[in-house]
């Protein structure tokens, strides 16, 4: 059924909408830009988004009695960065239709207050002030002083300038320092005069450190996990660090490191409080995470245990009495079975280095080969600072590895002529830094890998391999990132020839090029069944990898809380050497997804296109296309966590 409304009828519907904020512009605004000044107001137009699709019947109302506190707003910001006699006013205008109106703010800004003099005065000793205009980190912030000659005089930022001072002095050992900022304005000459007062106090020696809160941890270990040295000048930043210190015991749930009530003098104590953990913790996980590794197979009821994965661990806290750890954990599906155990050794030398030794027996299976691995990973930990973190391995495996082959009925069997027995030798250097808040969608990191195997000749295989993973986010409004990586690794250096599959590269997958399986991009080779008919390929991996991703994830939780969207762009290539990379070119993956913020971690559904796939990747076999369907293009991730 139709109804035809008349035109008259649709235009006085229109006309008879209320006032509402189309756009918002700021005009006479030269000092400060619209983007800075806009954060201070409450009138915003609506976004394109909603302007397109969901702009039609709820808020952006014109409130003159809004817009009048939003005058005061822009008057009191300028006010309070050295422009006295600002003047704000505004004026609505109507768009293509009468209830669409632009809003526009007419800033006269005048002439702000200029520092006419500066002056800095230390309230101290004569030694105390060499020590103190001899530190760099005070001299730089002299330098950068927002108070100085010909520069506006803004009082906002009185408060910053004060606690930067006063910081800059608890680090040098002043626990008891205040900063203080005075000024004399004259507002008919718009000259200001500017006093920078500091009252260092006694500087002091960390004495004592008070434990409080320990049960079961001897105080002396709780002291010794602070990192303060006993006699070493008071710094807000050994509080701090020595306070992510404490957090960082895997024995202690709270940590809280402050300075008690006493008398200012030469030396200062602290106190620690503390609330420890139980000393014995069991845990175990069951989850859906191997989509990923089905090889190809359609998902049905008799093969859908294998979408299924479990792990446990075990862990006594206090070990030997001396806030060691020692655990033991298992995991299990039908593609990874691994146990072992770990003992941590909290404390090498300082607080930031640690020692892990770390025995396992494994089993994986691989879309083209399997392998038993039992040995013993020995690591060494160093946090340098809460972005950057260095960790040296030494790692001694025994390793079965073997192609598995089908039989006539269909079952897995182990091909004789495939096993292949080895050990591995290898150091490890790894590296992770990150700069800004990654997670929190603004800021990047850097992972240099790299192994050195059989330097000694004491294993099967000699090789060296290096590799680097660089992240970088940007959050592009308040429901948009724009995500990239880069990463790529080459075996640059191998004593035989060929090299173990394990050892090998391999890409693609749901956190590399999604267009392709895990490992499924790069060299394959064909197998046959036991009639010699050909039957598919399988990865051979190879000496160099490289890829990249490009995504932007795009949340809409104002449907379903925690629901986002992600478009995405991979590419990469696997080669057999790093001298034959001009062999293959880059392959690319497009595709989009689904994520969803769970409980325990982002869900996300992704599905990817092979822009540029080689007969291979189609399972094409010498032009008979018998074996290919249209789709072997796509490809289908279920995973948890984001691709990177």
Same mark, same amino acid.
């Given at each position: 059924m139709f109804v035809i409304v008349p035109l008259t009828q649709v235009w006085a519907q229109d006309e008879g909408k209320p006032d509402r904020i189309w756009n918002?512009?700021?005009?006479?605004?030269?000092?400060?830009?619209?983007?800075?000044?806009?954060?201070?107001?409450?009138? &915003?137009?609506?976004?394109?988004?909603?302007?397109?699709?969901?702009?039609? &019947?709820?808020?952006?109302y014109v409130s003159e009695t809004e817009i009048r506190r939003d005058v005061i707003r822009l008057e009191r910001f300028y006010q309070r960065r050295g422009f006295n006699e600002v003047d704000v006013n505004y004026r609505l205008e109507p768009k293509n239709k009468e209830w669409k109106k632009e809003l526009i703010f007419m800033v006269v800004e005048n002439t702000p207050i200029r520092i006419d003099s500066v002056q800095i005065v230390l309230q101290t000793s004569m030694r105390d002030s060499?020590?103190?205009?001899?530190?760099?980190?005070?001299?730089? &912030?002299?330098?950068?002083? $927002?108070?100085?000659?010909?520069?506006?005089?803004?009082?906002?930022?009185?408060?910053?300038?004060?606690?930067?001072?006063?910081?800059?002095?608890?680090?040098?050992?002043y626990p008891y320092a205040e900063a203080e900022v005075q000024s004399k304005v004259d507002t008919l000459e718009k000259k200001?005069?500017?006093?920078?007062?500091?009252y260092p106090g006694p500087r002091a020696r960390f004495d004592s450190i008070f434990v409080e809160g320990e049960t079961t941890l001897d105080a002396k270990y709780i002291r010794r996990e602070t990192g303060i040295g006993e006699n070493e000048y008071f710094s807000d930043g050994v509080m701090r660090e020595a306070q992510r210190e404490l957090f960082g015991h895997h024995l202690l749930r709270f940590a809280l490191i402050s300075i008690p009530d006493q008398e200012q003098d030469s030396t200062i104590n602290v106190l620690a409080r503390v609330k420890e953990r139980s000393l014995r913790s069991f845990a175990a996980t069951f989850g859906i995470g191997n989509y990923d590794r089905f090889d190809g197979e359609k998902l049905r009821l008799g093969n859908s245990y294998k979408l299924f994965r479990a792990q446990a661990s075990w862990s006594y806290r206090n070990a030997r009495s001396k806030g060691e750890l020692f655990s033991v954990n298992a995991k299990l599906s039908a593609f990874d079975m691994r146990f072992g155990a770990s003992y941590l050794f909290p404390y090498v030398y300082n607080t930031k280095s640690s020692i892990t030794v770390s025995p396992f027996v494994q089993r994986r299976i691989e879309q083209a080969y399997s392998?038993?691995?039992?040995?013993?990973?020995?690591?060494?930990?160093?946090?340098?600072?809460?972005?950057?973190?260095?960790?040296?391995?030494?790692?001694?495996?025994?390793?079965?590895?073997?192609?598995?082959?089908?039989?006539?009925?269909g079952n897995s069997v182990i091909s004789p002529d495939s096993i292949l027995n080895y050990n591995i030798s290898s150091f490890k250097f790894s590296v992770y830094a990150r700069k800004g808040l990654p997670r929190g969608g603004n800021g990047f990191?850097?992972? $240099?890998?790299?192994?050195?195997?059989?330097?000694?000749?004491?294993?099967?295989?000699?090789?060296?391999?290096?590799?680097?993973?660089?992240?970088?986010?940007?959050?592009?409004?308040?429901?948009?990132?724009?995500?990239?990586?880069?990463?790529?690794?080459?075996?640059?250096?191998?004593?035989?020839?060929?090299? $173990?599959?394990?050892?090998?590269?391999?890409?693609?997958?749901?956190?590399?090029?999604?267009?392709?399986?895990?490992?499924?991009?790069?060299?394959? &080779?064909?197998?046959?069944?036991?009639?010699?008919?050909?039957?598919?390929?399988? $990865?051979?991996?190879?000496?160099?990898?490289?890829?990249?991703?490009?995504?932007?994830?795009?949340?809409?939780?104002?449907?379903?809380?925690?629901?986002?969207?992600?478009?995405?762009?991979?590419?990469?290539?696997?080669w057999k050497t790093i001298r034959t990379t001009a062999n293959r070119p880059i392959q690319f993956g497009v595709g989009g997804g689904i994520r969803y913020e769970s409980p325990?971690?982002?869900?996300?559904?992704?599905?990817?296109?092979?822009?540029?796939?080689?007969?291979?990747?189609?399972?094409?076999?010498?032009?008979?296309?018998?074996?290919?369907?249209?789709?072997?293009?796509?490809?289908?991730?279920?995973?948890?966590?984001?691709?990177?």
């Open positions: 918002v512009k700021i005009e006479g605004n030269s000092t400060y830009k619209d983007i800075v000044l806009k954060k201070y107001i409450a009138n &915003e137009a609506p976004s394109l988004w909603k302007k397109l699709t969901f702009f039609n &019947e709820k808020g952006f060499s020590v103190i205009y001899g530190n760099e980190k005070f001299s730089k &912030e002299l330098r950068r002083l $927002p108070y100085r000659k010909g520069k506006i005089f803004q009082p906002v930022s009185k408060a910053q300038v004060e606690s930067d001072f006063t910081n800059i002095l608890r680090n040098l050992g200001a005069s500017v006093a920078m007062l500091t392998i038993d691995t039992g040995g013993i990973r020995n690591s060494f930990g160093y946090n340098y600072s809460e972005s950057v973190t260095g960790t040296f391995n030494y790692d001694f495996t025994l390793n079965q590895e073997f192609d598995v082959e089908k039989d006539e009925s990191t850097f992972q $240099p890998f790299l192994e050195l195997s059989g330097l000694f000749n004491e294993a099967t295989f000699s090789f060296q391999k290096a590799s680097v993973d660089i992240r970088g986010y940007k959050k592009l409004n308040n429901s948009l990132v724009a995500a990239s990586r880069v990463s790529g690794g080459s075996i640059y250096y191998a004593k035989q020839d060929s090299l $173990p599959a394990d050892i090998r590269f391999y890409n693609g997958g749901s956190s590399e090029v999604r267009g392709w399986g895990r490992q499924e991009l790069g060299p394959k &080779e064909a197998v046959f069944d036991s009639l010699g008919a050909f039957s598919g390929y399988v $990865p051979t991996g190879g000496k160099a990898t490289f890829s990249f991703n490009f995504e932007l994830r795009q949340d809409v939780d104002r449907f379903i809380k925690g629901l986002s969207f992600a478009g995405f762009i991979d590419g990469g290539q696997v325990i971690g982002p869900v996300r559904i992704d599905l990817g296109y092979k822009v540029n796939p080689t007969d291979q990747d189609l399972n094409i076999y010498q032009g008979d296309k018998s074996m290919s369907s249209a789709w072997d293009r796509w490809r289908f991730h279920f995973s948890i966590g984001q691709a990177f």
